[in-house]
């Protein structure tokens, strides 16, 4: 099988000592092209050229969940085709891995290579459902580009705490939970609109539901990770499906400690619940718009301020080796 392997150097939690025992493990089962990233989207640009090119049979994303998401736009450019497409295969290398961990892969890079091996040497594979966001017709964002994503996407307060994390590790913190913890803490303060929402989510074969202040959207269960330790937003949200939403419409300071605390001790069974909280489930089309400038985010990805955006919940969309 010839194969891309697309590498993010800046990769936090491997070595290049690591990065070239994964290669050279991969190349003995494939015929492998490794390319390293040199910029924002490179992986995209890489990626989308193997899906175009006709000979790449599977991209490799060795990276965390900013460089996957990069390769499934590029792999994505010109539309979901999971027979005709390469396929994907993700070793973890970021903070987080959300994807991967989703999928079911190891945490460690090392044991999820060897996991992507076995699964290579027993044909083994799964189709999963992506989401796709894009700018809302007749509002000022409508001209925004298109845009998978694979596990989240949020407006509102959550996209404001990774955004004020993006600005910590930018000044050279590590990403740990504790710094996360300190984020939730700063945006809670700071945010004004947490006590009345302006979020509304409309659909075409439901009620709207308004007056949110914060909307996170769920293709896939746990929502992300605290250590070790999986965060379920939307039990529900699976691959399998379309996309899931948890909406908050208040965040007192005894609200939004009790939706903290259930976010903490969330399961597979049982998520954020309450009077305040707007839980959908298997959206396949939506729209979310809010009356003020909002955070937006996209797989853990800040990308500025958003007043509207509309969400497509595409089911088997890509082709992943697990």
Not at 9 to 34: C, F, N, Y
Not at 180 to 195: G, T
Request: proline fraction near 6%.
């Amino acid at each position: 099988m010839r194969a891309l392997l697309v590498v993010n150097p800046a990769a936090t939690t491997t070595s290049a000592r690591v990065r070239d025992v994964i290669g050279t493990a991969l190349a003995s089962d494939l015929k492998l092209e490794v390319a390293t990233t040199e910029y924002r989207g490179h992986a995209r640009d890489l990626a989308r050229r193997a899906a175009e090119g006709g000979e790449i049979e599977l991209v490799v994303s060795l990276g965390g969940d900013g460089t996957v998401n990069e390769i499934v736009n590029g792999l994505l450019h010109h539309g979901p085709d999971p027979a005709a497409l390469p396929k994907l295969a993700v070793v973890p290398g970021g903070s987080t891995n959300v994807f991967a961990r989703a999928l079911g892969l190891p945490n460690d890079a090392v044991e999820a290579t060897g996991a992507l091996l076995d699964a290579l040497r027993a044909g083994s594979s799964r189709t999963v459902g992506l989401g796709l966001v894009s700018g809302t017709p007749g509002t000022e964002d409508e001209g925004v580009p298109a845009r998978w994503f694979t596990f989240c996407a949020g407006l509102g307060f959550d996209a404001g705490v990774i955004g004020r994390v993006e600005q910590q590790r930018e000044l050279g913190k590590r990403s740990t939970p504790a710094l996360y913890f300190r984020q939730v803490a700063r945006q809670f303060l700071a945010d004004p609109h947490r006590r009345h929402g302006t979020i509304s989510v409309q659909r075409p074969d439901g009620e709207p539901v308004s007056e949110l202040t914060t909307a996170i959207v769920c293709n896939t269960s746990p929502w992300t990770y605290i250590g070790n330790r999986p965060v379920y937003a939307s039990p529900e949200a699976s691959f399998d499906t379309a996309l899931d939403l948890l909406g908050i419409t208040k965040m007192s300071t005894v609200s939004g400690a009790r939706y903290a605390t259930q976010l903490l001790r969330s399961t597979p069974e049982r998520g954020p619940h309450g009077k305040y909280a707007v839980r959908l489930h298997d959206l396949t089309d939506f729209t979310l718009q809010s009356q003020a400038p909002l955070p937006f985010q996209v797989d853990g990805d800040h990308l500025g301020l958003r007043m509207s955006a509309t969400f497509t919940g595409v089911r088997r969309a890509l082709r992943v080796i697990v």
